[in-house]
T-cell receptor, first 114, second 113 residues
């Protein structure tokens, strides 16, 4: 079965650079979520989209922005990168809102900021 | 405020032992999910529990949803080294009105051969 696909798998950037992470949800899933996971921490919710509209916002820095496109894929744009942005970034998708539908996660993008 | 507290936070056991992981909240959840995550990988969905009092079994794993839908437990029978990983409970609080989906604090399990 098709899963959530994230790209790139690994990304190395320098401070103050910009990064773009991409997420392709499971076909027919209409909701996308972005999470940030630091070493030894549980995933922290950043932002979610339902039917191409932002549905919820978590602890996402103002330097980050995201959107969901007409084909339901999503991109997380990160600017003015800081060392503390180094983390695993996961995208998840679900069918419908999270109240009843489990999230299916991609394998993440490991961002390293040097 | 962390709405989903897991215990224990860390667990190291010998192969063949049994263990139980708890996920507790003061909030009611419409459903709870359990995930297992291995280093560098995304969380993998193990089970969804929806009905209060529900018990689901997945091979050696038994999941239970509390009657009041505020807590859940994961019991592993005869643990194996392949069970090693981070176990996360997660869900959206009932009636949150938003697309909030939160994770528990996590339980890091290590099963020694």
């Amino acid at each position: 079965a098709a899963g959530v696909i994230q790209s790139p798998r690994h990304l190395i950037k320098e401070k103050r650079e910009t990064a773009t992470l991409k997420c392709y949800p499971i076909p027919r899933h209409d909701t996308v979520y972005w999470y940030q996971q630091g070493p030894g921490q549980d995933p922290q919710f950043l932002i979610s989209f339902y039917e191409k509209m932002q549905s919820d916002k978590g602890s996402i820095p103002d330097r980050f922005s995201a959107q969901q496109f007409s084909d339901y894929h999503s991109e997380l744009n990160m600017s003015s990168l800081e060392l503390g942005d180094s983390a695993l970034y996961f995208c998840a998708s679900s069918l419908g809102w999270a109240g009843g539908s489990p999230l299916h996660f991609g394998n993440g993008t490991r961002l390293t900021v040097t | 405020t962390q709405l989903l507290e897991q215990s224990p936070q860390f667990l190291s056991i010998q192969e063949g032992e049994n263990l139980t992981v708890y996920c507790n909240s003061s909030s009611v959840f419409s459903s709870l999910q359990w995930y297992r995550q291995e280093p560098g990988e995304g969380p993998v969905l193990l089970v969804t529990v929806v009905t209060g009092g529900e018990v689901k079994k997945l091979k050696r794993l038994t999941f239970q949803f509390g009657d009041a839908r505020k807590d859940s437990s994961l019991h592993i029978t005869a643990a194996q080294p392949g069970d090693t990983g981070l176990y996360l409970c997660a869900g959206a609080p009932w009636g949150s009105g938003t697309y909030k989906y939160i994770f528990g604090t996590g339980t890091r399990l290590k099963v020694l051969a």
